[in-house]
C-alpha cells in the first residue's frame, strides 16, 4: 500500500539533510580542540608556575591537536588544497570561518611554542607563542559549539545556549585528563582541578542542557547517541571518581589511579563529541523532531496572538 | 475515427485544447490528460480557473482525476453503458437543447420500417449475418421520400441489389465495410436522400423517438450493474453536463485511447456524439468532443495516412472487385450534398499530384496505376499472414511491436517467420532484437540459429534533426524547423524515401514491363540541397496543391476534377497558400485572440472550431452573447465572426436549395454539417458504422462479468485474431478473475524507445509497476512495493506492485470487480528493463478500425514469475485450469461459447 | 543584538527586510526575482525536474522504484532541484479500517457471481460522488530566503547572494565542507559525491542574467511555477488563495510568502493545499543566524569561564614568572 503519510510528515522522510560531515573526523576534531586548547592553558599556566614537566607535556599536546585537527578539517574536506578557500574570506556568521581564524593563528603559536620549547630556539618568542595560544585555545575549545549551534539541526540549534559550557566542560575535562594521563604524576595537581571542574561542569550543563530541550533531548539518550552519551557520563564520573581516590593520597601512592582517571576524562570527552554528533544525526533523519517543535512554535504564537486580542477585544467592547 | 467521422462528417477533434478555456464543463472519459497530453491540458486547468468543473471518469484515480473536481471511478470497458446512462437522462427528463436537436441533427428523419433494434433482437441490429459476423445495413437507412425521383429510385434499387454484392468471403466484405468506415475522416457517410423529417419529433420510427428506446435501458441502477458507479454519481455528472449545456453554456468532452482500444471503440464515440449533438454542444465554443490523439502527428498520419484503406484526405482505397475506373471509385460519394460531393475533383487532383503529365483524361488519371485492396491488411491481420508465412517481408519504421502492439509473443513470432524485416528507428528496439534476447528466447520457444529472418536497421534522424510538419489532435499543422543536423548514418524519412525510390526507379529504368509504369511514370522529383537533403517544404508544396499556372491553390474549393489542378491532400489545400508555408506562422497567443488563428495551420481552411455554423441558432444569430462564436451578418451578406466560417461564406440562415441541387449547392442554409450528405449532425448512423446504428453496450471479449443489458454478450461484429499464440481467457473464469486495463504514464512514451533510454526519464519511474486496490492486494497477499506475477492465457509477467486507494474496488450489484493498472511501457532494452505488458493482451479487435482491445482478464499473484521453460509450463497450467481450449482460439463472432446471447 | 549582527555579517541576519540585493551590497540592482509555485494547479508532470536537469546538466540521481506513490526521485539534493512531491491522502471521511476480506467473495475468492452481503457504507465512493481521496502534486524547489542560512554559514563566501536576490552556488569556490547542509532549513543543498561540493538550484542565474525565464518554470505547462518580480507574485499569491477561499477550498494556504516569517519570506514560496509536513516542508523555520548573536556571546562566555576555569587551576602556586628557562 503506498504508505500514507502521517500527518507530520512526507512519507516519513526527514525534513532537514543529515550533516555530511564525516565521522570520526568531525568528532575528533571537536574533540581535539577542546583537548589542544585546554592543554595550552595548562601550558602557560605551567610555565608560569614553574611546572616543566606539565608544561612540556601540554605543549606538546597542544601542538599535537593543533595538527591532528587540521588533518581531520582536511580529510573532511576531502582535498588539503581546498582548506585555503577557507581564508578567502573572514565571516562571523560562519562558525567556520571563525573557526578557521582561531585555528590558524592557534595551530601556529602552539607550534611556534611546542618547537621553542623542545629544541630551545627562541625561548622568548616561544613563551610569547604560548602566550599566544593560550589566548586562542580557549574559543578553539568553545567556537565549535557554535559550528554546531548555528544549523538547523534541532538538537543542536535549540541547545545553543548550553552547547558552548558543555564543550567548555568538557575541554577542560578533556585537557585535564590528558596531562594527568601523560604528565608527570607530581605536576598535575592543576590538571588536577581542571578536569574535575570540567567535568562538573561538563556534566551539569549538559542535564541542564537536556531539561530544557523537552522532547528534542530525545536524540540524546536514545540509540546509538544514547549509548555514547551515557558511556560518557560513566567515564567522565569514573574520572571524577578515580581522580578523587589519586586526589586522596596527593597523587604518591596510586599514580595509575590519576593516570587512568585522566584517560577516562579524555576518554568521556571524546565520547560526548560522538554523542552530540550522533544525536545531531538523529534529529535530522527524523522529521518528528523538525515538525513537533515547530508545531508547537506556531501553536504558543497563536495562543498569545489570541490572548493579546482577547485582550483588545475586551477593551473594545467596554469602550 | 468512424466515430466522430459518422456523426458529424469528418473524422478529426471538433474543438481545439485552447477551445476547452472557453467551457463551463468538462468531462474527461477515456482519457488520462493531464498525463498523456499535459501541455494541452493547460487548458483545461484554464477554464478551471475560469470556474469550470472538471469531471473525470476512469477506472483509476490519476493525476487527471487529481484536479478535476469530481473523479467516478468506473469498470473499463464499459463506458457506452455510463454514457447510455446519460443519454437516457436527458432524454427522459427532456434535457436536450430542442431547438439544435430540430435543426441540426437527424433526430426528425425518418427510418425504414425494417429497422430493429437490440431490444427486439436480443442485442443486435437487425441485417447481422450470423455467418459472417457482418451487418448489411439497408434496414438502418432514412425512409425514402415519397416521391422519389427517378435518380432516387435508381438509388434504391440500387441498395437493395447491393446487398450482397461486395466480393465473397469474410476479408473483402470487411475490408470494404472497414475502407468504407475509415474513408469517414472528411466526409460523412453518404446517404442517397435527405429522407422525410417530422420535425414535432413525434413519429414513432423517427430518429428522435427510436433514441429514446434504445437508451430507456440505460437506467442508473442498470449503470450501476455495468459500470459499478452509484446512481449518486450518474446523477451528479448529469446534474453537471445538463446545467453547463444548452444557450448560454457549453460543455465539452475530451477522450482518447481508453475509449478508442476497445472493440465497441467506434460506438463508444458515437454514443458521445448523440450526448453533445442533444446538448446542442457541437460547433460552438467551449463544447465539442476533443479527440486527444496519441503520437505527435498520429492526426496526420490519419489525414495522409498510414492505413491501408484510405488515401490521402480519407479517399477511399479502391477495392480490386468494384472500383475500375475513377467513375466508380467516386460513385457512391459524388454529387451527394456538402462538400464532399466534389470528391471526384479531389481523387482526380490526387491522381495528378502522383503521376504529374502521365495523368491525363484519357488514361483515367492512371487510375489504373492505384494499388487495389483485396482483403483486409490490417497491421494485426498482417502479422497473422506472417506466422501463416503469406507475408514474406516487413518495414517498421517508427514503430516497436514487440513491445508496444497487442500480444507481443505474436507479433515476435510473426517478426522471426520473415524473410527480410527492416527496422528504421532511433534506437536499438527491442522489435530489431528479439531474435538474440527475447522472451522466447528465454524460454526456447525461439531458437537464435533458427530464426531465418534477415533484418537490417537503419538509424533514423529525430524529430530535431530534420524539418517538417506535425499535424496534431486539433488538426493543427505546425512546422518544426531543423535544430542540429542527424549524427552519422541517420537520415530522415524524407531522404530515405527519396533516395528508395530514386534507386528503385534507376533499377527500373528503361524497362518495357506494364508493371513497371506505375514506378516509372510518378511525378519523382524532388529538388535536393547542397547535402543532397530533399526539401520538405517542396513536398508540402505538393500537398497544398497547385493550380494549372504552377501556383499554389489557396482552398479545396478550386480543386478541379479536369485534370488542370494537382493536390496531394486536398483537406491541406491552402496550407501554402500564397506560396507561403502557413504552418510555419508562430504569432503567439497573447498577441492575437483567443482562436488564434495566426498559429500554425489547421485543415480545413484553418478553422479552429469544426462545424462552427451551429454556435448561431437557425436564424443566424449567436445562441447567446456570452457563447458567440460565428454568426450571420445580415448586411454584408455573410457569415463572420472570430473563428474562420465552417460554412458556405454567403449562404443565407433562410436557404433552401433548389430540389436535386448537387454537392455544396445542396447545403441548407440551416445545415452546419456541411461533410454530411444531408448537413446533419446524426444520432442515428443509417450507413458508416460497421457493428450498428446506434451504440450498445457489449462486454470485453474478456470479461469477469455477464453483459447486464443485453443477453449478446461480445461485440458481435469484433474480429478475433485466430491463431495458436492468441488463446483467450474464457469470459467468468475463476481462474482469470480481475480485470487489468493498460495506460501510460507522464514519464514514459508508448513502447519505451524514447524514454527507457533516458537517464532523466527512466529515473522518474524506473521500474515496471501494476496498481492495484487495497483490497485486491489483501486477497491476493499482495505487499506493496514487492514483486508480483500477473498472468493471461498468452504469457505471464511480472512487476512491482504499488497498493494504492487510487484504485477502487467496484461494486456491480451483488459482484465486487477489482482491476489492475498496467503501465505498459517496459520491455528488455534500456536503461530501465522488465516485462512488457502487451504480452498479456489478446489481440480482438474493433470492427470499423482493426484496434485491438486494451483490456481483458487476468489473474494476479505475489513473487516473481517462472524463468526459462518453467514460464511457459506456467501458464500452460493456467490455460489448463481455465479450461482454454481450440474455440477460444476461434473467435468467430457469434460461435463464441461465453456469447450467452446469440443462442437466444 | 543588532548592532551585533551589524558586525557579524554584511547582509541582515533576521527579520523583514525589503531590498534583500541591497543588503547584500548591490546597487542598481534589478528587481527581486523568484517563484510563486501555485499547487493547486500542479499536475505532476515533473517537466520541470526534467527541464531543469537538462538545462542545468544536472546527473541523474540513481534509478529507485520508491513506492513513494509516483515519487521516485523523492527529495531535493545535489542532483536534484526542482522535486515533484506526490501525496496520497485519503480523507478521514474514508479512512476507516480495512474490510474484512475474508467474506468479501470478490471474484476469485469464490464463485463468480456469488451473492455478497455489503458492509453498510463500503461502495466505491462516498454518497456525495467525492472519491475520498486526494492526491497532492507539489513542487518544491531551493526557497531562496530572504535571510539564507546556507549562505550565511558558507566559510568560503562560494555562496552569494545575487543582484536579483537569488543565492547561488559558486561551483570553483566551493570547497565541500558541508556546512550548508545542515544549515538550511529546508533541508534542499546538499553535497554531490564523489567530490563532496555543493549544489542547488541556482534560479538559473544563467538564464536571468540573458532576461529568461528560468527552465523549469519555462517547462511548466500549468503555470504552477510562476516566475517574476517578488513583489508582484505575493500580490498575485494573495489574491489566489482569496479567490480558492471563495470557491470553498479553505485548505489552501500561502508557505513562505510572509516577509515576516522566520526566514524572512521566501524567493520562492507556495501556495499549498495542507500543512507543510505534509509535503516534507518544514512548519515554522527560523534561519539560524537569527540566535547568532547568542550563540557567539554563549560562546565567548564559555571560553572566558574556560581560561578562568585554567586560571584558577593554578591558583595557590608560587607565580615563578619566568620567561624562558
Ligand atoms: N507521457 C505520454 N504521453 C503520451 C503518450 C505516452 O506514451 N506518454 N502516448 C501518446 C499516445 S500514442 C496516445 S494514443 C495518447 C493516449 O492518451 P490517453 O488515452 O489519455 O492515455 P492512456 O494512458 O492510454 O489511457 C487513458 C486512461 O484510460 C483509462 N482507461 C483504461 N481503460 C478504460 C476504459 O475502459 N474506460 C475508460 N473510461 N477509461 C479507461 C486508463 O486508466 C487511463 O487513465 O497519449 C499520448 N501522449
Ligand atoms: N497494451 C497497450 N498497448 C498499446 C497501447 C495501450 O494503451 N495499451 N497504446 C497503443 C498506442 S495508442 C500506440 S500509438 C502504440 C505505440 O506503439 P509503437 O508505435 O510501436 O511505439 P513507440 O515507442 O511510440 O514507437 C515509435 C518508435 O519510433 C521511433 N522514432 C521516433 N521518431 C522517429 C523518426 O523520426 N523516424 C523513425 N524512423 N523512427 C522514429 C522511436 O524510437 C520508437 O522506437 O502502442 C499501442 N499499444
Ligand atoms: S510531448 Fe509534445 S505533444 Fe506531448 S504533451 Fe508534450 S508538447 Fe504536447
Ligand atoms: S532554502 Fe536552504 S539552500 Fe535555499 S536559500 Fe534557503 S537556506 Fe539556502
Ligand atoms: S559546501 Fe561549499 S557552498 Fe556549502 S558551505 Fe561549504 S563552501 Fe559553502
Ligand atoms: S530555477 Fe533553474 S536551477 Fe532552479 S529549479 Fe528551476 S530550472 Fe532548476
Ligand atoms: S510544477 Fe508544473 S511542471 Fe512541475 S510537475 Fe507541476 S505541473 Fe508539472
Ligand atoms: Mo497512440
Redesign the pocket.
Known amino acids: 500500500m503506498v504508505p500514507e503519510p502521517t500527518f507530520e510528515s512526507y512519507y516519513g522522510r526527514p525534513i532537514l539533510k543529515e550533516p555530511t560531515w564525516k565521522t570520526p573526523d568531525v568528532p575528533i576534531y571537536l574533540w581535539i580542540g577542546g583537548v589542544a586548547g585546554g592543554s595550552a592553558l595548562l601550558a602557560e599556566g605551567a610555565a608560569l608556575s614553574g611546572l616543566p614537566g606539565l608544561e612540556r607535556v601540554t605543549r606538546l599536546t597542544a601542538a599535537g591537536g593543533a595538527v591532528v585537527g587540521t588533518v581531520a578539517l582536511v580529510h573532511d574536506l576531502g582535498r588539503p588544497e581546498r582548506f585555503l578557500?577557507m581564508l578567502r574570506v573572514f565571516k562571523p556568521t560562519s562558525p567556520l570561518s571563525v573557526g578557521s581564524y582561531i585555528l590558524a593563528p592557534f595551530s601556529s603559536f602552539a607550534g611556534a611554542a611546542a618547537a621553542s620549547h623542545v629544541t630551545g630556539v627562541a625561548p622568548r618568542l616561544g613563551r610569547l607563542a604560548g602566550l599566544g595560544a593560550a589566548v586562542f585555545g580557549p574559543p578553539l575549545a568553545t567556537y565549535t559549539a557554535a559550528l554546531f549551534a548555528n544549523t538547523a539541526i534541532p538538537v543542536w540549534h535549540e541547545a545553543h545556549r548550553e552547547l558552548p559550557f558543555v564543550f567548555g566542560g568538557s575541554a577542560a575535562a578533556a585537557a585535564g585528563g590528558t596531562a594527568m594521563l601523560l604528565a608527570p604524576v607530581a605536576e598535575t595537581g592543576p590538571a588536577v582541578r581542571m578536569a574535575a571542574v570540567g567535568a562538573v561542569a561538563e556534566l551539569g550543563v549538559s542535564h541542564r542542557m537536556e531539561q530544557r530541550l523537552g522532547m528534542l533531548a530525545e536524540p540524546y539518550g536514545k540509540g546509538l547517541a544514547g549509548r555514547l552519551m551515557r558511556l560518557s557520563r560513566a567515564l567522565t564520573v569514573a574520572g571524577l571518581g578515580l581522580s578523587a581516590v589519586s586526589a586522596g593520597a596527593s597523587g604518591r601512592g596510586r599514580p595509575w589511579a590519576r593516570r587512568l582517571a585522566g584517560a577516562s576524562y579524555s576518554a568521556g570527552s571524546l565520547a560526548l563529541r560522538f554523542a552530540v554528533f550522533e544525536a545531531g544525526r538523529e534529529s535530522a533523519r527524523d522529521p518528528k523532531y523538525v515538525v513537533v517543535p515547530q508545531r508547537e512554535r506556531i501553536r504558543a504564537r497563536e495562543e498569545a496572538a489570541r490572548s493579546a486580542a482577547s485582550e483588545t477585544g475586551s477593551g473594545t467592547l467596554s469602550g | 475515427m468512424p466515430g466522430l467521422g459518422t456523426s458529424f462528417g469528418r473524422g478529426g477533434a471538433t474543438t481545439s485544447l485552447q477551445d476547452l478555456q472557453n467551457a463551463d464543463c468538462i468531462l474527461i472519459e477515456g482519457s488520462n490528460m493531464a498525463e498523456a497530453h499535459p501541455v494541452g491540458f493547460q487548458w483545461v486547468m484554464e477554464a478551471k480557473r475560469r470556474g469550470a468543473t472538471i469531471i473525470h471518469v476512469d477506472p483509476r484515480f490519476t493525476r487527471t482525476s487529481a484536479v478535476s473536481d469530481l473523479h467516478v471511478p468506473i469498470r473499463a470497458g464499459s463506458d457506452i453503458a455510463f454514457l447510455g446512462g446519460l443519454v437516457n437522462h436527458v432524454l427522459s427528463n427532456d434535457l436536450d437543447f430542442r431547438e439544435y436537436v430540430v435543426a441540426y441533427t437527424n433526430a426528425a428523419n425518418l427510418i425504414d420500417e425494417d429497422y430493429r433494434g437490440p431490444d427486439d433482437l436480443d442485442g443486435l441490429f437487425s441485417g447481422f449475418d450470423p455467418e459472417t459476423g457482418l451487418y448489411d445495413p439497408i434496414s438502418w437507412r432514412y425512409d425514402p421520400p415519397e416521391d422519389m425521383n427517378a435518380e432516387e429510385r435508381e438509388r434504391d434499387r440500387e441498395q437493395r441489389e447491393d446487398k450482397d454484392s461486395a466480393a465473397t468471403g469474410e476479408d473483402a466484405k470487411r475490408s470494404h465495410q472497414a475502407a468504407r468506415s475509415e474513408s469517414h475522416g472528411s466526409g460523412g457517410a453518404p446517404v442517397s436522400w435527405k429522407g422525410a423529417r417530422d420535425e414535432t419529433l413525434q413519429h414513432p420510427r423517427c430518429v428522435f423517438q427510436i433514441l429514446k428506446r434504445h437508451f430507456a435501458r440505460y437506467t442508473p441502477e442498470m449503470v450501476q450493474q455495468a459500470c459499478g458507479i452509484s446512481p449518486e454519481q450518474l446523477r451528479q455528472v448529469a446534474d453537471a453536463l445538463t446545467a453547463n449545456s444548452g444557450r448560454e453554456r457549453t460543455t465539452a468532452l475530451a477522450y482518447a485511447v481508453g475509449w478508442t482500444h476497445h472493440t465497441t471503440g467506434a460506438q463508444t464515440i458515437r454514443t458521445a456524439s448523440i450526448l453533445q449533438l442533444l446538448l446542442g454542444n457541437i460547433g460552438r465554443p467551449g463544447g465539442g468532443i476533443l479527440a486527444l490523439r496519441g503520437h505527435a502527428s498520429i492526426q496526420g498520419s490519419t489525414d495522409i495516412p498510414t492505413l491501408f484503406n484510405i488515401l490521402p484526405g480519407y479517399l477511399p482505397m479502391p477495392l480490386a472487385d468494384h472500383h475500375q475506373s475513377v467513375d466508380e471509385w467516386v460513385r457512391a460519394d459524388e454529387g451527394k450534398a456538402g462538400f464532399w460531393g466534389e470528391i471526384r475533383s479531389y481523387a482526380v487532383s490526387l491522381l495528378k499530384s502522383y503521376w504529374g503529365d502521365a495523368a491525363t483524361a484519357e488514361n483515367d488519371f492512371c487510375f489504373d496505376y492505384l494499388p487495389r485492396l483485396t482483403g483486409d491488411h490490417s497491421t494485426y491481420t498482417t502479422v497473422k499472414a506472417q506466422i501463416e508465412g503469406r507475408c514474406k517481408g516487413y518495414f517498421l519504421v517508427g514503430e516497436n511491436p514487440a513491445v508496444g502492439s497487442a500480444n507481443g509473443k505474436m507479433q515476435r513470432l510473426g517478426m522471426a517467420n520473415l524473410d527480410w524485416l527492416v527496422v528504421r528507428d532511433l534506437q536499438m528496439i527491442e522489435s530489431a532484437t528479439f531474435w538474440k534476447d527475447g522472451p522466447e528466447i528465454e524460454t526456447g520457444e525461439l531458437v537464435t540459429e533458427e530464426i531465418g529472418t534477415e533484418i537490417f536497421f537503419l538509424p533514423a534522424a529525430n524529430h530535431v534533426e530534420k524539418s517538417g510538419s506535425f499535424t496534431q489532435t486539433q488538426r493543427l499543422l505546425q512546422w518544426r524547423d531543423q535544430a542540429v543536423p542527424p549524427p552519422d548514418d541517420c537520415q530522415s524519412e524524407l531522404e530515405f524515401y527519396v533516395d528508395l525510390g530514386n534507386r528503385i526507379r534507376a533499377k527500373l529504368a528503361g524497362s518495357t514491363d506494364e508493371m513497371d509504369r506505375p514506378l516509372l511514370d510518378l511525378a519523382w522529383d524532388y529538388p535536393v540541397d547542397e547535402h543532397g537533403e530533399p526539401d520538405p517544404e517542396a513536398v508540402l508544396r505538393e500537398i497544398n496543391g497547385t493550380g494549372p499556372d504552377g501556383a499554389p491553390l489557396s482552398s479545396y474549393t478550386e480543386l478541379k476534377a479536369d485534370g488542370s489542378t494537382s493536390c496531394g491532400c486536398w483537406i491541406y489545400c491552402g496550407v501554402y497558400a500564397d506560396g507561403v508555408n502557413q504552418s510555419r506562422r508562430r504569432t503567439p497567443h497573447w498577441e492575437q485572440d483567443q482562436v488564434a488563428a495566426e498559429w500554425g495551420w489547421a485543415w480545413p481552411a484553418n478553422r479552429r472550431i469544426l462545424y462552427n455554423r451551429a454556435s448561431a441558432a437557425p436564424d443566424g444569430t449567436p445562441w447567446s452573447e456570452r457563447k458567440r462564436l460565428v454568426w450571420w451578418d445580415p448586411d454584408e451578406g455573410r457569415w463572420t465572426g472570430s473563428d474562420v466560417p465552417d460554412f458556405i461564406i454567403d449562404r443565407a440562415p433562410d436557404h433552401v436549395p433548389e430540389p436535386g441541387a448537387k454537392g455544396p449547392d445542396a447545403i441548407g442554409g440551416q445545415d452546419p454539417f456541411v461533410m454530411q450528405t444531408d448537413g446533419k449532425g446524426w444520432l442515428f448512423s443509417p450507413v458508416g458504422v460497421a457493428d450498428g446504428p446506434l451504440p450498445a453496450h457489449y462486454e470485453p471479449p474478456e470479461s469477469p462479468v455477464r453483459n447486464p443489458v443485453y443477453a449478446q454478450q461480445n461485440n458481435p461484429g469484433r474480429k478475433h485474431l485466430s491463431t495458436p499464440s492468441n488463446p483467450m481467457n474464457p469470459s467468468f473464469s475463476e481462474v482469470f478473475p480481475y480485470v487489468f486495463t493498460t495506460y501510460r504514464l507522464t514519464e514514459h512514451h508508448t513502447a519505451g524507445a524514447m524514454s527507457r533510454t533516458l537517464p532523466y526519464l527512466t529515473e522518474l519511474q524506473p521500474e515496471p509497476f501494476c496498481e492495484v486496490s487495497p483490497r485486491l492486494a489483501a486477497e491476493r497477499g499482495l505487499e506493496h512495493g514487492e514483486w508480483v506475477t500477473i498472468v493471461t492465457a498468452r504469457s505471464a509477467i511480472e512487476a512491482r506492485v504499488l497498493v494504492t486507494e487510487r484504485l477502487r474496488s467496484l461494486r456491480l450489484g451483488q459482484q465486487w470487480v477489482e482491476q489492475v493498472g498496467l503501465p505498459y511501457h517496459w520491455g528488455r532494452n534500456g536503461i530501465t528493463t522488465g516485462d512488457s505488458p502487451n504480452d498479456l493482451v489478446n489481440v480482438t479487435m474493433d470492427p470499423n478500425v482493426s484496434i485491438q482491445d486494451k483490456v481483458g482478464t487476468c489473474d494476479i499473484r505475489p513473487g516473481r514469475r517462472p524463468r526459462g521453460a518453467a514460464l511457459t509450463a506456467y501458464v500452460e497450467d493456467y490455460r489448463r485450469r481455465a479450461g482454454v481450449g481450440p474455440e477460444h482460439l476461434d473467435g468467430h463472432p457469434t460461435a463464441h461459447p461465453d456469447d450467452g446471447g446469440t443462442q437466444a | 543584538m543588532s548592532r551585533l549582527s551589524e558586525f557579524l555579517s554584511p547582509e541582515s541576519l533576521w527579520g523583514r527586510l525589503d531590498d534583500v540585493s541591497g543588503d547584500a551590497g548591490h546597487e542598481d540592482h534589478p528587481p527581486r526575482m523568484g517563484f510563486f509555485t501555485d499547487t493547486s494547479v500542479c499536475i505532476g508532470c515533473k517537466a520541470c525536474e526534467v527541464a531543469c536537469k537538462e538545462w542545468n546538466e544536472v546527473p541523474d540521481d540513481g534509478y529507485q522504484l520508491t513506492g513513494m506513490s509516483y515519487d521516485n526521485t523523492q527529495q531535493l539534493g545535489a542532483s536534484t532541484w526542482r522535486h515533484v512531491a506526490f501525496v496520497e491522502k485519503t480523507l478521514p471521511s474514508r479512512a476507516k479500517p480495512a474490510p474484512e476480506v475474508t467474506d468479501l467473495g470478490m471474484p476469485g475468492s469464490g464463485p463468480p457471481g456469488r451473492e455478497v452481503t455489503l458492509p453498510h457504507g463500503e461502495d466505491q465512493a462516498t454518497e456525495s460522488g467525492d472519491s475520498g481521496l486526494r492526491w497532492l502534486m507539489s513542487s518544491d524547489v531551493c526557497k531562496h530566503c530572504t535571510h539564507a542560512a546556507?549562505l550565511d554559514?558558507?566559510?568560503?563566501g562560494?555562496?552569494f547572494r545575487t543582484e536579483f536576490g537569488t543565492v547561488v552556488?559558486q561551483e570553483d569556490?566551493?570547497?565541500?565542507?558541508?556546512?550548508?547542509?545542515p544549515a538550511c532549513p529546508y533541508g534542499v543543498?546538499d553535497?554531490r559525491k564523489p567530490d563532496g561540493?555543493?549544489f542547488k538550484c541556482t534560479l538559473c542565474y544563467d538564464r536571468l542574467k540573458e532576461g529568461q525565464t528560468p527552465a523549469c518554470a519555462q517547462a511548466c505547462p500549468t503555470e504552477s511555477i510562476q516566475y517574476g518580480e517578488v513583489d508582484e507574485l505575493r500580490v498575485r499569491a494573495a489574491a489566489r488563495v482569496e479567490e480558492l477561499h471563495a470557491k470553498g477550498v479553505d485548505v489552501a494556504r500561502l508557505y513562505g510568502a510572509d516577509p515576516d516569517d522566520g526566514v524572512g519570506g521566501d524567493g520562492a514560496f507556495f501556495l499549498l493545499l495542507d500543512e507543510p509536513e505534509v509535503y516534507g516542508l518544514p512548519p515554522d523555520p527560523i534561519v539560524t543566524t537569527r540566535d547568532l548573536g547568542a550563540m557567539w556571546r554563549h560562546v565567548g562566555a564559555a571560553a572566558v569561564a574556560l581560561a578562568g576555569v585554567g586560571a584558577a587551576s593554578f591558583l595557590g602556586r608560587p607565580f615563578a614568572g619566568r620567561w624562558g628557562r
Request: net charge positive; with cysteine; proline share 5%.
Open positions: 578557500n | 546556507c554559514v558558507c566559510p568560503t562560494s555562496l552556488v569556490i566551493c570547497n565541500g565542507c558541508g556546512y550548508c547542509v543543498i553535497q561540493r555543493a
